[in-house]
């Protein structure tokens, strides 16, 4: 069993956006990058869904661009 931390009640977007808006990022900001995000992995187009709706796959994916979006000097896997 893997978790990979996403929130089920946020869509794929809220989920990526996140960690930028509870920085402080304005929810508009937070939210094209997150779009780009999800883009990097292969995820466009997939924002307005939820969790439970993706494959385990896609979830995965998910949890990587939400590590992504904040621009990491190191992201160990």
Do not use: C, I, W
Not at 1 to 16: C, D, I, K
């Amino acid at each position: 069993f893997q978790s990979y931390a996403l929130f089920p009640h946020m869509n794929v977007r809220e989920n990526v956006a996140f960690g930028l808006v509870s920085s402080g990022l304005p929810r508009k900001a937070a939210q094209d990058k997150a779009e780009e995000a999800l883009a990097t992995v292969g995820l466009k187009g997939f924002g307005d869904r939820l969790p439970s709706e993706m494959s385990g796959g896609q979830q995965q994916r998910v949890a990587v661009a939400r590590a992504l979006v904040l621009e990491p000097d190191v992201l160990l896997f």
